[in-house]
């Protein structure tokens, strides 16, 4: 299963060596980090650890719960939740790369106890039924073009009352998207629903809406500061750059004009099954 030109799209083929020079050059020691050490660059979605934070707090996810974190990329939402939770969180990521890295990061910053990490697709998840407490996604759908088969997987493999919690970009009415973005160069493999769609679609599956909430405002604010750094400073050896490529400036630039011309938004949404 799973899709090789969203797996193609993300891999860098060296990300390791070249995340573990950049924090040798911030005066890190690649193999003792703390979880914070890594911020800058593995909070892979708009407004980076502060939304995750935002996330967490809507989710109220506990100790006792074992949280799928589906679409994890290199781990960092999973390691913040599991640090701020003390619960445990299992990773699905359809990037080899990135789930290979993830847990090599994961060890090294004394996490690997109570996350860990499985490549694999999310429209075919590799779990038993009702085998999780909870699960949550930041910026994984943009990539998935069969949204019935996600709701349904997350469905099945959530426990019944269990929380689904999504921090997600979504289609506005402001028509089609300048590309690139970071999850796709092309509309090849930019597969976005409306929040309306996204909604229906959930219920349809049976989840029932707690909290649903637009944050596309410090989206856009976000992306702005973003830009104007970047026009005053050069970047730092550490960030979003590291993973996103050369063309990091050029999908910046894209996304803060699809959000100010509305062809995105952004939602937090808490569901329940």
């Not at 994961?106 to 999780?132: I, N, S």
């Not at 999850?183 to 909290?211: Q, V």
């Not at 990091?248 to 509305?262: F, P, S, T, V, Y």
Request: aromatic fraction near 6%.
């Amino acid at each position: 299963m799973g899709n090789p030109d969203v797996e193609s799209h993300y891999s860098r083929g060296d990300l390791a060596s070249t995340l573990s020079r950049a924090l040798e050059e911030t005066g890190l020691d690649p193999n003792n980090l703390h979880p914070d050490d890594l911020a800058p660059v593995d909070e892979f979605h708009i407004r980076g650890q502060e939304a995750t934070q935002e996330l967490i707090e809507l989710a109220g996810f506990g100790p006792e719960d074992h949280v799928l974190d589906a679409g994890c990329g290199i781990g960092g939402p999973a390691r913040h939740l599991a640090q701020q939770c003390g619960c445990r969180v299992t990773g699905l990521e359809l990037t080899r790369e990135y789930c290979h890295l993830a847990s090599d990061l994961t060890a090294k910053v004394g996490l690997d106890q109570r996350v860990e990490f499985q490549e694999g697709d999310a429209t075919a998840m590799p779990f038993g039924d009702q085998a999780f407490d909870g699960i949550w996604t930041l910026h994984m759908s943009m990539n998935v073009a069969n949204k019935d088969e996600l709701y349904a997987e997350m469905r099945r493999v959530l426990r019944p009352g269990g929380r689904l919690a999504m921090y997600e970009i979504v289609a506005g009415p402001g028509g089609a998207l300048h590309f690139p973005v970071p999850w796709a160069r092309s509309p090849a493999i930019s597969h976005l629903a409306s929040a309306e769609d996204l909604h229906s679609g959930l219920e349809a599956r049976g989840f029932r809406e707690r909290y649903w909430g637009d944050v596309t405002e410090p989206a856009t604010n976000f992306f702005t500061a973003m830009l104007e750094r970047a026009r005053q400073e050069e970047p730092p050896p550490l960030g979003l750059h590291l993973v996103l490529g050369p063309d990091m400036g050029e999908m910046a630039a894209n996304m803060l004009r699809n959000l100010e011309e509305e062809r995105i938004r952004v939602v937090q949404v808490v569901m329940e099954g």
